[in-house]
């Protein structure tokens, strides 16, 4: 498993040592130096709010002896969410919608949920929903094949809905109690794909009254306050239960997140912390915080 440290250390590099020198400084800060950290930190992703908050707390306590990096760490815990639940409710079988644009990781997102779930002791099927790429399905395929999972799917161009709906029949059939579908990415600007999500979901609820009972989206890290308007966008289609964002570890944009939970008031999930297939880890806003200010592993 990545560590988070490791995993932060594009979006330290991004903040260009401003955390750290709040930190380090605190007190001894002079104006001039909190005028150029606003600066950095707010090109670095972090919300204006959060920024403001930071510099209020470090002008209160210029000329002091306090140890500044309690109240920076108090004043970032406060705008991320809390920690998340490495879980997921007992269901028969319980349908995660797992939906993402193209690029996001939400395929490779889907087999490593499916690993760690079925670690975890559920029984899980893993349903290749993406029928319009031609490889959509063979991807999902191959990464169960590797990860020994049980997996369904259709050829290029079946209705994505009538995959999800015989998954979640497969699933009865054959004993699972997690069915994880993997859906086609589609951009959110385009609202006829967009559609299709609502049309997935009312098969989902006929197959399993309720279903789906978590539609989590998969944002990728690099895209930073960008992420946020997509997440918008499909919280209106499909309301979210969760968020996963995937690539940390490549991303110089990881302050978006506190912005994400500011605005959306979603719970982040899982993190993606590297390319292995163990390198998701549930959302944990400490080691977050600590891997921000590059003070542990």
Same mark, same amino acid.
């Given at each position: 498993?990545?560590?988070?440290?490791?995993?932060?250390?594009?979006?330290?590099?991004?903040?260009?040592?401003?955390?750290?020198?709040?930190?380090?400084?605190?007190?001894?800060?002079?104006?001039?130096?909190?005028?150029?950290?606003?600066?950095?930190?707010?090109?670095?992703?972090?919300?204006?709010?959060?920024?403001?908050?930071?510099?209020?707390?470090?002008?209160?306590?210029?000329?002091?002896?306090?140890?500044?990096?309690?109240?920076?760490?108090?004043?970032?815990?406060?705008?991320?969410?809390?920690? &998340?639940? /490495?879980?997921?409710? #007992? !269901?028969? %079988?319980?349908?995660?919608?797992?939906?993402?644009?193209?690029?996001? $990781? =939400?395929?490779?997102?889907?087999?490593?949920?499916?690993?760690?779930?079925?670690?975890?002791?559920?029984?899980?099927?893993?349903?290749?929903?993406?029928?319009?790429?031609?490889?959509?399905?063979?991807?999902?395929?191959?990464?169960?094949?590797?990860?020994?999972?049980?997996?369904?799917?259709?050829?290029?161009?079946?209705?994505?809905?009538?995959?999800?709906?015989?998954?979640?029949?497969?699933?009865?059939?054959?004993?699972?109690?997690?069915?994880?579908?993997?859906?086609?990415?589609?951009?959110?600007?385009?609202?006829?794909?967009?559609?299709?999500?609502?049309?997935?979901?009312? &098969?989902? /609820?006929?197959?399993? #009254? !309720?279903? %789906?009972?978590?539609?989590?989206?998969?944002?990728?890290?690099?895209? $930073? =306050?960008?992420?946020?308007?997509?997440?918008?966008?499909?919280?209106?289609?499909?309301?979210?239960?969760?968020?996963?964002?995937?690539?940390?570890?490549?991303?110089?944009?990881?302050?978006?997140?506190?912005?994400?939970?500011?605005?959306?008031?979603?719970?982040?999930?899982?993190?993606?912390?590297?390319?292995?297939?163990?390198?998701?880890?549930?959302?944990?806003?400490?080691?977050?915080?600590?891997?921000?200010?590059?003070?542990?592993?």
């Amino acid at each position: 498993m990545a560590s988070w440290l490791s995993a932060l250390g594009r979006t330290r590099g991004r903040l260009a040592g401003a955390l750290t020198r709040l930190v380090t400084r605190g007190p001894k800060l002079t104006v001039e130096d909190l005028e150029e950290l606003e600066e950095r930190l707010i090109m670095a992703d972090l919300p204006v709010p959060l920024v403001t908050e930071l510099l209020g707390q470090m002008r209160k306590r210029r000329g002091t002896e306090d140890d500044p990096a309690a109240p920076v760490r108090e004043v970032l815990l406060r705008h991320l969410p809390p920690a &998340a639940e /490495d879980d997921l409710p #007992p !269901g028969d %079988p319980l349908v995660l919608l797992m939906l993402g644009i193209n690029g996001s $990781g =939400k395929t490779t997102t889907c087999a490593k949920l499916g690993r760690r779930f079925a670690s975890a002791g559920r029984q899980v099927l893993l349903a290749a929903g993406d029928t319009f790429r031609a490889a959509g399905a063979d991807q999902l395929k191959l990464w169960a094949e590797r990860l020994d999972l049980d997996v369904v799917g259709a050829v290029q161009g079946a209705d994505a809905a009538a995959v999800g709906f015989d998954a979640v029949q497969a699933a009865r059939a054959r004993g699972h109690d997690l069915v994880i579908i993997d859906t086609a990415g589609r951009m959110h600007t385009k609202e006829p794909l967009m559609r299709e999500i609502d049309k997935m979901s009312r &098969a989902l /609820d006929k197959a399993c #009254p !309720g279903a %789906p009972h978590e539609t989590w989206l998969t944002l990728d890290a690099a895209l $930073g =306050k960008n992420a946020l308007r997509q997440a918008a966008t499909f919280h209106e289609a499909a309301p979210l239960t969760g968020i996963v964002v995937t690539k940390l570890d490549g991303s110089a944009k990881g302050g978006f997140l506190f912005d994400l939970h500011r605005q959306l008031g979603l719970p982040i999930r899982y993190v993606g912390l590297g390319e292995g297939p163990d390198d998701l880890a549930p959302f944990d806003p400490d080691r977050y915080v600590e891997g921000l200010l590059a003070r542990g592993e």
